[in-house]
């Protein structure tokens, strides 16, 4: 079955340094994966897509990699701040080829420290 | 512009009782979808809608039903509340057009006694 799997583990970071998210994904031939940033007691908010023809993308001080021979996706936070700590989640299109909804990770809590 | 609004924010229940979700979105999107979110177990697709008068289950339909009957709303309904449906529920849409990028609602915290 379709698996995706993100560190449950909290993920401590010192401001100013670069917080880097991993996903991994099992039993998907995805055509893009997305990352939504999650604050406590807010619903989920898009930030990024990547495509499987893209190997990078970026925004301000977000990157997000694609590696479909790996089955990986790494996000990445630069210079991050202590306004940056919240849970990212990653998705991927289920079977349906989209319309049927995203299957997300059960996401990694970042914390950065002032 | 409001975008997914959802109806109630938070509501008790008794086991047994029923009650009905409300999602409310004004972006013309064609594509809604109900997700569950629990502790541990993350986001998890309930029943979803490719378009007006259309539903179909996702990954944990049991013991819910939906409707689509106008664009703009996705009602989801608990006939006979368990303490198991618990959760924290969220609405999401989408257009139908390119990757499918879903726009959440606030959430509404249930709490079945």
């Known amino acids: 079955s379709q698996k995706i799997e993100q560190n449950s583990e909290a993920l401590n970071i010192q401001e100013g340094k670069t917080a880097t998210l991993t996903c991994n994904y099992t039993n998907y031939s995805p055509a893009y994966l997305q990352w939504y940033r999650q604050d406590p007691g807010r619903g989920p908010v898009f930030l990024l897509l990547?495509?499987?023809?893209?190997k990078e993308k970026r925004k301000e001080r977000l990157k997000v990699t694609f590696d479909t021979t790996l089955k990986q996706s790494l996000f990445h936070i630069t210079a991050s701040q202590p306004a940056d700590s919240a849970t990212y989640l990653c998705?991927?299109?289920?079977?349906?080829?989209?319309?049927?909804?995203?299957?997300f990770g059960k996401g990694t809590h970042l914390i950065i420290q002032p | 512009n409001a975008g997914v609004t959802q109806t109630p924010k938070f509501r008790v229940l008794k086991t047994g009782q029923s009650m009905t979700l409300l999602c409310a979105q004004d972006m013309n999107h064609e594509y809604m979808y109900w997700y569950r979110q629990d502790p541990g177990m993350g986001l998890r697709l309930i029943h979803y809608s490719v378009g007006e008068g259309t539903t179909a289950k996702g990954e944990v339909p049991d013991g819910y039903n939906v409707s689509r009957l106008k664009k703009q709303n996705f009602l989801l309904g608990l006939e006979s509340a368990a303490p198991s449906q618990t959760s924290v529920y969220f609405c999401?849409?989408?257009?139908?057009?390119?990757?499918?990028?879903?726009?959440f609602g606030a959430g509404s915290r249930l709490t079945v006694l």
């Open positions: 990547i495509r499987e023809n893209e």
């Open positions: 999401a849409s989408a257009t139908n057009s390119g990757a499918n990028v879903l726009t």
């Open positions: 998705a991927l299109e289920g079977s349906g080829g989209g319309a049927d909804g995203l299957t």
